[in-house]
């Protein structure tokens, strides 16, 4: 499975943005799909996951209630909208896929994006 992630890019705090993951190569739905997170300095932190269906999803704490993740199946592209972002959101963000939905870990995910950076400004 490969995967392409975009969207990103400069962010006014408490605006929004969406990010995008395209895959292929494999069969989507078979996957749960989860976003993280690297701001630099620091280690990959998880944001957020999806279920097979897309009937499920998990957050972080620290973006729960901001960010909704979301799937379309029918495009091969899960979605991490980005509301009322905060600058300590900076990072670069990397979708992942796994046999194992709403995973919070990275071990889980078999498969990764190349990143794309969001930059929040105050």
């Known amino acids: 499975v490969q995967l392409q992630a975009s969207g990103g890019g400069l962010v006014q705090a408490g605006g929004s943005l969406r990010l995008s993951c395209a895959a292929s190569?494999?069969?989507?739905?078979?996957?749960?799909m989860g976003w993280f997170r690297q701001a630099p300095g620091k280690e990959r932190d998880y944001v957020a996951a999806?279920?097979?269906?897309?009937?499920?999803?998990d957050y972080a704490d620290s973006v729960k209630g901001r960010f909704t993740i979301s799937r379309d199946n029918a495009k091969n592209t899960v979605y991490l909208q980005m509301n009322s972002p905060k600058p300590e959101d900076t990072a670069v963000y990397y979708c992942a896929a796994g046999p194992t939905p709403l995973a919070s870990t990275a071990v889980n995910y078999d498969y990764w994006g190349q990143g794309t950076l969001v930059t929040v400004s105050s």
């Open positions: 999806i279920s097979w269906s897309g009937t499920s999803e």
């Open positions: 190569g494999g069969t989507f739905s078979m996957y749960g």
